[in-house]
């Protein structure tokens, strides 16, 4: 009888090759019950049975070269998309950045607009009164000094002229000197806000050329999920990295559950800390829930696998809410699972949420309840904004729904 182990069989299935595996079945087992010959069948016949066999083993080669190319290239895909994933998460940190940036320079360039609106109007004001002592000092020039000072009736008189002389023509020359400073000032101030506009052109153009190099990586990310959901092989080693990135995913959580001190145990029965709330936590984000804790039949490969958690569907950039008072004990991106973010709430108890666009908070901060950690993402197989959450006891996943307050 021809075994071949299962996991080939669903790749044969899938590749269409199966029909061919029963064809050399059937050959090899004619062949095996043909008569010797000369007894019965014409020799033509045996030969081209057995050419038939060949060809289709032969087939069959090239189909299971074929997958463990396919195997490879998805893991290549897989692999690509965590780097598109890594990629627009630094992307968008760098358009905070930019953004941050611009809102300065324009703070800055209101700044410099209110204080030359200012000088102007001072600059103005000793510019009237400029006009007005050039106009009395050309008349005093037509006049001549010496002549204001003949008319004096006393030594006294001509004292107090000569004196109030002097004082008007260095009062109009500070008048001057300050008009000249004024315009110096306005000249620099004008300068410096067409500097600080270049400057502002520079961060919009950097800014716009991000969200563009961002959308054409969307887009990547995009054309390769059709891909890898397009090609049914692939199903087999999908499912199994999302299991390895669950296990890994357990393994962190049960160092984290290791390198925590004990606590005394409770002498009580009642339930206390998170325990206590089971049924009455609010969601962590406004939204729908779109998939269940627990197996599940994938309904594009038809097959079965376990979701941890369930999925919200909400706006990008969506506040992401902590269930629960704690300590984040992991925050970070981690592979499929993009930024994610763990609070540990004492008790064994932790949540857990992922696909975050942004994380507010860093490992070993403390979180209260109904604190916003984060904001929603869109790095999940999904591609729509969605949060992954998850509630664990001892590291283990529980039904979150079981601790949701559904009223």
């Known amino acids: 009888m021809l075994y071949l182990p299962q996991k080939v069989l669903t790749l044969l299935t899938a590749a269409g090759i199966l029909p061919m595996v029963a064809l050399a079945a059937w050959?090899?087992?004619?062949?095996?019950?043909?008569?010797a010959h000369g007894e019965e069948g014409p020799p033509r016949k045996l030969e081209h049975l057995k050419e038939r066999r060949s060809e289709t083993q032969q087939q069959m080669e090239e189909r299971q070269r074929d997958i463990r190319?396919?195997?490879?290239?998805?893991?290549?895909?897989?692999?690509?998309?965590?780097?598109?994933?890594?990629?627009?998460?630094?992307?968008?940190?760098?358009?905070?950045?930019?953004?941050?940036?611009?809102?300065?320079?324009?703070?800055?360039?209101?700044?410099?607009?209110?204080?030359?609106?200012?000088?102007?109007?001072?600059?103005?004001?000793?510019?009237t009164h400029a006009d007005e002592r050039m106009v009395s000092l050309y008349k005093l020039n037509r006049l001549g000094r010496m002549q204001v000072l003949a008319g004096a009736d006393s030594l006294t008189d001509f004292l107090r002229r000569r004196n109030a002389l002097a004082h008007i023509l260095e009062e109009d020359r500070a008048t001057l000197a300050d008009y000249k400073e004024r315009r110096t000032a306005l000249s620099e101030l004008s300068e410096r806000l067409d500097r600080q506009r270049a400057r502002r052109a520079t961060v919009k153009e950097t800014y716009s050329r991000e969200l563009a190099d961002m959308e054409h990586r969307r887009t990547q990310r995009a054309a390769l999920l059709r891909e890898i959901r397009d090609r049914k092989a692939l199903r087999e080693a999908s499912l199994a990295a999302l299991r390895r990135q669950a296990a890994a995913l357990d393994e962190k959580i049960a160092s984290f559950r290791i390198e925590k001190p004990k606590k005394a145990p409770s002498t009580g029965n009642a339930p206390t800390g998170f325990a206590r709330l089971k049924g009455l936590l609010k969601l962590p984000v406004e939204g729908r829930i779109i998939s269940s804790f627990g197996p599940y039949r994938n309904k594009e490969y038809g097959v079965m696998n376990f979701q941890s958690g369930i999925d919200i569907q909400a706006d990008r950039g969506a506040p992401i809410r902590s269930v629960h008072g704690g300590r984040v004990i992991f925050s970070?991106?981690?592979?499929?699972?993009?930024?994610?973010?763990?609070?540990?709430?004492?008790?064994?108890?932790?949540?857990?949420y992922a696909h975050a666009e942004e994380l507010f908070k860093r490992k070993g901060d403390p979180v209260h309840a109904d604190e916003v950690i984060g904001t929603v993402g869109d790095s999940g197989a999904v591609g729509d904004p969605v949060l992954h959450f998850e509630v664990r006891h001892h590291g283990k996943p529980v039904d979150p729904m079981t601790w949701l307050n559904k009223g």
């Open 69 to 127: 190319t396919f195997s490879r290239e998805e893991k290549d895909v897989i692999d690509s998309l965590n780097e598109i994933d890594l990629s627009i998460d630094a992307a968008r940190k760098r358009i905070a950045g930019a953004q941050k940036e611009l809102q300065t320079l324009e703070d800055e360039i209101s700044g410099v607009l209110a204080k030359s609106e200012s000088v102007k109007a001072a600059l103005h004001a000793r510019k």
């Open 27 to 35: 050959v090899v087992l004619a062949v095996g019950h043909m008569p």
């Open 332 to 352: 970070n991106w981690f592979k499929g699972y993009g930024n994610m973010i763990i609070i540990d709430h004492e008790d064994h108890y932790y949540t857990l």
